[in-house]
């Protein structure tokens, strides 16, 4: 997951019912920046540059209730192994920080540890701390990962995974 500024809206960096669930989708897909961050890559040519679109399931648990949700959810893996993302459709009405960083493929994965400021109205300022591993091969893609949200509004902790045919070169 790569985690930078922007509303929220149906084209997001690598940065999203209830609002919780709009908030999870927001900051698991695409909203970046933050005080650290890993496994940011080099340019490189690869085997990999596509689109690959699919779902993306979101699990949250937060005060003994567990809720759900999924929705479409694209990587796009450029000729120089930049990974950016993209939530077709979505919209929402949360931002978070940006660190105007670059994400690259290291051979077919992408790895990522990042901590991010976001805004949301229902649950305030948050801080979300998170992981995720995507690998790649010339047919699909497939991310997954774990954050923890600290936020004004109470702490919770969300898993994300995607299995992501590749739907075009």
């Known amino acids: 997951m790569i985690l930078s500024s922007r509303k929220i809206s149906g084209n997001l960096k690598w940065c999203r019912a209830t609002p919780l669930i709009l908030f999870l989708s927001l900051s698991l897909v695409g909203c970046g920046g933050g005080s650290s961050s890993s496994g940011v890559g080099q ?13 993306l399931n979101v699990t949250a648990q937060a005060a003994g209730a567990v809720l759900s949700t999924s929705e479409a959810y694209r990587l796009i893996v450029g000729v120089d192994g930049e990974v950016t993302e993209s939530s077709p459709g979505f919209s929402g009405t949360g931002t978070c920080d940006d660190d105007g960083k670059k994400y690259y493929l290291t051979g077919n994965v992408l790895q990522t540890s990042s901590t991010v400021n976001c805004y949301e109205p229902t649950l305030g300022t948050c801080v979300v701390e998170a992981t995720s591993r995507g690998v790649f091969n010339e047919a699909a893609g ?28």
């Not at 340019?43 to 779902?55: E, F, R």
């Not at 497939?142 to 739907?167: D, E, H, I, M, R």
């Open 43 to 55: 340019p490189h040519a690869t085997p990999y540059a596509g689109i690959y679109d699919g779902v």
């Open 142 to 169: 497939s991310v997954s990962g774990s954050a923890s949200y600290f936020c004004q509004a109470g702490n919770f902790t969300a898993t994300f995974s995607a299995y992501l045919p590749k739907t075009s070169a």
